[in-house]
């Protein structure tokens, strides 16, 4: 299995971003790519702080663009995540959605946890003031194995990706404006640590850049293999990067050291883990 993903710097221009958004799934579609991911917020990104000036629902004019292009290119297309209305309220959901060949949401997730931080006295985000949160866990079939979703802060709570691994997921995907001030500590860290407590692929296309007004996101958008080694990794600019996912190998990571097959039942029922659902 082939995948793209693409790095950009969105900023408050929804039309530029979603320019540079085509042309990048144009060229990688051109290099053979069955599946292209995203990062998040894409399609609009504003200074931290500020009320967001624009969000649309699933069937607004982002998601049918890249429906349409799904259809076009036929290949696969993760929303890394957009700003999803919610109807009689002044918040948003921070949503991501997959959308297969046929121009379809096969599913969509909800960010679960927002990005409430005090980096220094200066540097305070609270995303909840105007994001809510999302509730459910989402693993989603697709013609190459199950695929679970994620969003950036998300990537702080291991519990979250051990439930998507054993729901199915091999590859999880964790579109990412990751800020430079932790970016440049845990990124990778937190990446490879995913990869390898789960044994599963990570796809991990992050925002680069200043964005305007005070924000700018670390890059450094990768693919993780489950052995923990990034088989691909972005420069320090905008553009994409590919990578072949190998299931086979996963599946011989898997059988060296059968990890969930060791997992102890009793641990993950104090914890009210159901695996099966």
Not at 55 to 70: N, P, Q, R, Y
Not at 130 to 156: A, H, M, N, Q
């Amino acid at each position: 299995m082939k995948i793209a993903i693409i790095q950009i710097t969105s900023n408050d221009d929804k039309k530029g971003n979603l320019d540079k958004i085509v042309r990048y799934i144009d060229e990688a579609v051109n290099r053979g790519v069955q599946l292209i991911a995203l990062p998040e917020n894409f399609s609009y990104l504003q200074r931290e702080g500020d009320p967001w000036d624009f969000s649309e629902t699933l069937d607004g004019e982002v998601i049918s663009l890249l429906k349409s292009l799904a259809i076009k290119h036929q290949v696969y297309i993760l929303a890394g995540s957009i700003p999803e209305t919610i109807i009689n309220t002044n918040k948003i959901y921070n949503t991501s959605c997959l959308i297969n060949n046929e121009g379809n949401i096969v599913g969509s997730y909800r960010k679960i946890h927002l990005f409430d931080v005090i980096l220094s006295p200066d540097k305070e985000y609270r995303e909840s003031n105007f994001v809510e949160p999302g509730g459910d866990v989402v693993v989603l079939d697709t013609p190459w194995c199950k695929v679970g979703l994620s969003i950036c802060y998300d990537l702080r709570f291991p519990e979250l990706y051990r439930i998507l691994t054993f729901r199915g997921a091999k590859i999880i995907f964790i579109p990412s404006a990751f800020v430079n001030q932790t970016g440049c500590k845990h990124w990778e860290i937190l990446l490879r640590a995913r990869a390898i407590e789960n044994q599963v692929y990570i796809v991990a296309p992050n925002q680069y850049g200043y964005h305007g007004k005070g924000r700018s996101s670390f890059g450094d958008s990768m693919v993780i293999d489950p052995w923990g080694t990034p088989i691909a990794r972005s420069s320090d600019k905008e553009g994409f990067i590919i990578a072949e996912i190998d299931l086979d190998y996963l599946d011989e990571v898997r059988k060296k050291i059968p990890c969930s097959e060791h997992c102890n039942q009793s641990i993950l029922g104090s914890f009210n883990v159901d695996i099966n659902s």
